[in-house]
């Protein structure tokens, strides 16, 4: 079956430099979340989209933004990147609210 | 922020046992999930038990839920060792469509 892709799979920036995460979802799950997951953390909710609409935000930070397009492809843009950026990105879909998450295996972006 | 809260942060047991997680959580919900993550890895769903449910069964996983103390346990029995990587809890509140994750129990299963 389908999963959820990310790519890149690892990333490497530097300090003040962009980075463009991208997340393609199972194929006619409406849902895309993007979450942010440091080191022996718990996933932190950065923002997501339902029908290609931001349906809520959550920690994202202003220097970041995402969006979903008309194939239902996601990408999440980081400018000014800081230090304190470096973690996994993941990507999730799902099929309607209240219903699972299925979950990409990740970006690992490094800062340095 | 997060409303889940989860015990134990980490738990190390001999292969074989079995192994109890606990979630606890603040405002009323839909539903409650639980997820393994192996390492660096993504996030996999184990197991959906609704508001009005009290217990649930996938395989080796058992799920309860208690809506009157805001808690939920899973309980994996005859631990393997590939059962080794954290759990996490999330919650469905009604308001919106952000999970509310609990911070993970870090379960080791000693060969």
């Known amino acids: 079956a389908a999963g959820v892709i990310q790519s890149p799979r690892h990333l490497i920036k530097e300090k003040r430099e962009t980075a463009t995460l991208k997340c393609y979802p199972i194929?006619?799950?409406?849902?895309v979340y993007w979450y942010q997951q440091g080191p022996g953390q718990d996933p932190q909710f950065l923002i997501s989209?339902?029908?290609?609409?931001?349906?809520d935000k959550g920690s994202i930070p202003d220097r970041f933004s995402a969006q979903q397009f008309s194939d239902y492809h996601s990408e999440l843009n980081m400018s000014s990147l800081e230090l304190g950026d470096s973690a996994l990105y993941f990507c999730?879909?799902?099929?309607?609210?209240?219903?699972?998450?299925?979950f990409g295996n990740g970006t690992r972006l490094t800062v340095t | 922020s997060q409303q889940g809260e989860e015990d134990p942060q980490a738990l190390s047991i001999q292969e074989g046992e079995n192994a109890t997680m606990n979630c606890s959580y603040k405002?009323?919900?839909?539903?409650l999930q639980w997820y393994r993550q192996n390492s660096g890895r993504g996030l996999v769903h184990l197991i959906l038990?609704?508001?009005n449910e009290r217990e649930k069964h996938s395989g080796r996983l058992r799920v309860t839920l208690d809506t009157s103390k805001k808690s939920s346990s899973l309980l994996i029995t005859a631990s393997r060792a590939a059962d080794t990587a954290s759990y996490f809890c999330?919650?469905?509140?009604?308001?919106?469509?952000?999970?509310?994750w609990g911070a993970g129990t870090k379960l080791i299963i000693k060969p």
């Open positions: 405002t009323s919900i839909n539903n």
């Open positions: 999330a919650t469905d509140a009604d308001s919106n469509y952000q999970l509310i």
């Open positions: 038990i609704r508001s």
């Open positions: 999730a879909s799902s099929l309607g609210r209240s219903s699972p998450l299925h």
């Open positions: 989209f339902y029908e290609k609409m931001q349906s």
């Open positions: 194929p006619r799950h409406d849902t």
